[in-house]
T-cell receptor
Framework: GAVVSQHPSWVICKSGTSVKIECRSL??????MFWYRQFPKQSLMLMAT?????????EQGVEKDKFLINHASLTLSTLTVTSAHPEDSSFYIC???????????FGPGTRLTVT | RKEVEQDPGPFNVPEGATVAFNCTYS??????FFWYRQDCRKEPKLLMS???SGNEDGRFTAQLNRASQYISLLIRDSKLSDSATYLC??????????FGKGTRLSVIA
């Protein structure tokens, strides 16, 4: 299957700082990328959907000014958690889908801990 | 009502046992159905798609009942390596995947 990478795989940051997470599709062009968040023992919750070159569409309850998403190329999307707080500590997973494709390919996830 | 509901478990079964997971979904417009597997602290991985006619992949059998909005996964001859969380996933049209909370399985020697 297609390969999606995420970087970093884990990060610890101090409260009030910003963290950028990168998601790359390595062997296909991802026209659409999805960002999910998963708290312990909870399901993956969709945060936002981004199409290459367009503004991201955020799910209800997700602050677009706090979670900045950039999808400037067909192989890279970034999620920046601005002014992180301990409650933002979670497992962030990106997923990518190619043009006309049905399947979403998942990155390995980034575990964020805000102290 | 949650979009995708699953029994959270945990299911603790001995090696060799047969175990079944159930899932219901609320959006009748859902068109695609999947079972994913997620290991602890890892991303979900596609286990199998689910078709109306039912489908089998080795020890795994998936069934879909559109009228009841019900999906099932049967695992035969459980292995220790089957221990994981199994996620029921639906896609209502050309939209992102919607995940259930998952059912945790522990296969015990």
């Amino acid at each position: 299957g297609a390969v999606v990478s995420q970087h970093p795989s884990w990060v610890i940051c101090k409260s009030g700082t910003s963290v950028k997470i990168e998601c790359r599709s390595l062997d296909f062009q991802a026209t659409t990328m999805f960002w999910y968040r998963q708290f312990p023992k909870q399901s993956l919750m969709l945060m936002a959907t981004s199409n290459e070159g367009s503004k991201a569409t955020y799910e209800q309850g997700v602050e677009k000014d706090k979670f900045l998403i950039n999808h400037a190329s067909l192989t890279l999307s970034t999620l920046t958690v601005t002014s992180a707080h301990p409650e933002d500590s979670s497992f962030y997973i990106c997923s990518a889908r190619g043009a006309g494709g049905q399947e979403q390919y998942f990155g390995p996830g980034t575990r964020l801990t805000v102290t | 009502r949650k979009e995708v509901e699953q029994d959270p478990g945990p299911f603790n079964v001995p090696e060799g046992a047969t175990v079944a997971f159930n899932c219901t979904y609320s959006n009748s417009a859902s068109q695609s159905f999947f079972w994913y597997r997620q290991d602890c602290r890892k991303e979900p991985k596609l286990l199998m798609s689910v078709y109306s006619s039912g489908n089998e992949d080795g020890r795994f059998t998936a069934q879909l009942n559109r009228a009841s909005q019900y999906i099932s996964l049967l695992i035969r001859d459980s292995k220790l390596s089957d221990s994981a969380t199994y996620l029921c996933v639906v896609r209502p049209g050309n939209t992102p995947l919607v995940f259930g909370k998952g059912t945790r399985l522990s296969v015990i020697a």
